[in-house]
């Protein structure tokens, strides 16, 4: 992990954007995987804490996609209904987190999530 005394605002303010771009995937769909993807390969090689943000985020969100799934086809048996909405209030604050964490210099490292892109 990154100390956060070395990191200046602008490094933790691309922290913040990878973790807040996922918000797009309320809008279009996939943004949830293309909004912190495209930060994060536009900024992964200059900024190391922006590519940890990039990995742990990408990582939560790719995860989610796969729950949500797995949601959907609950949902024939009927309580897809219910883990599909406790699954957005989670994604919601969780994300919410891993930003206001990113501001404060640490690279929050989602729960439940599934690493896909290793470290």
Not at 46 to 66: H, P, T, W, Y
Request: hydrophobic letters at 55%.
């Amino acid at each position: 992990m990154i100390e956060n005394e070395a990191l200046s605002k602008d490094d933790k303010n691309m922290g913040v954007a990878v973790h807040l771009a996922s918000f797009s995937g309320y809008l279009i769909p996939f943004g949830s995987i293309l909004g912190p993807l495209i930060v994060w390969l536009m900024k992964r090689e200059e900024i190391a804490f922006v590519d940890q943000c990039g990995r742990n985020c990408l990582n939560f969100k790719i995860s989610v996609m796969l729950y949500a799934f797995i949601s959907m086809i609950l949902m024939f048996v009927g309580i897809g209904f219910i883990l599909l909405g406790l699954l957005a209030i989670f994604d919601i604050v969780v994300t919410i987190i891993a930003a206001m964490k990113a501001s404060e210099g640490i690279s929050y490292s989602y729960p439940l999530t599934i690493k896909f892109l290793k470290s």
